[in-house]
């Protein structure tokens, strides 16, 4: 292990805060592999609560079935790392308030479910808030078909996509394809804080 | 010519971002629209005109989180 590479890392994330919006499939994974990666503060909104039928893909477990899920992730956070600064906000993000919780972060995750509301997320973050850069994430339904996942950048938007996939409402939701998804936006948060992996 | 998603597409003078989607049979209701690297939000589609020369990256969004 390269210890001063390490440690170099750790200082920066040790400064670093990342917002994400919605703590669904994608959001419950992405905040628990940036808390292992050492973010110190991430500030978390979702509006909903844990249910059974979630367990087959986000980071919540039988004993937290009716729990607010910004609660339940909260708890699972501090069950790895005290230290982190967890800020949640258990309501529904809408139109022309999209941008407020995140006003004070380096990053903002995007992770919502429905087609629309990610548009109109990205569209009202990247208007109102135009020097976070935002990793959004579209196409997760359906299994295998690795491959066919790429990142697109667009300004200091960036895009987890598979245009091939098909909406969720005609698919099914599973583990390995939503948290690899759901990964590949904590890996690209991670780039966008340390700078590219030389 | 213009480009789309990086393809060359023929110019056509006074399109709007409306009639290029359709043009490019990009049915989705739900996309993301840079030309140039400026965001055009949805309601600007059939008013904003696509100049000859841009660069216009089309992302659609897919529900499911």
Known sequence: MDTLKSEKIRMKLQKSSVGIAGAGGLGSNVAVSLARAGISRLVIVDFDSVEDSNLNRQYYFRDQIDMIKVEALKETIFRIDESIKVEVFNHRLKKDTMDRPFHNVDVIVEALDSADIKTLFIEEVMKKLPNIPVVGCSGVAGYGHSDRITTKKLGKLYMVYDEKAKDSSEDVLMAPRVILMANWQANIVLEILLGEDK | ?65
């Not at chain 2, 110019?11 to 030309?35: A, C, D, G, H, W």
Request: hydrophobic share 45%; charged share 25%; glycine share 6%.
């Open chain 2, 1 to 65: 010519m213009i480009k789309v998603n990086g393809n060359n597409v023929d110019f056509i003078k006074n399109e709007t971002v409306s009639q290029l989607l359709k043009r490019m049979k990009y049915v989705f209701p739900n996309v993301v629209v840079k030309i140039n690297g400026d965001l055009v939000k949805r309601t600007d589609f059939i008013d904003t005109i696509v100049l000859d020369k841009s660069e216009v990256s089309v992302i659609h969004m897919i529900s499911g989180g």
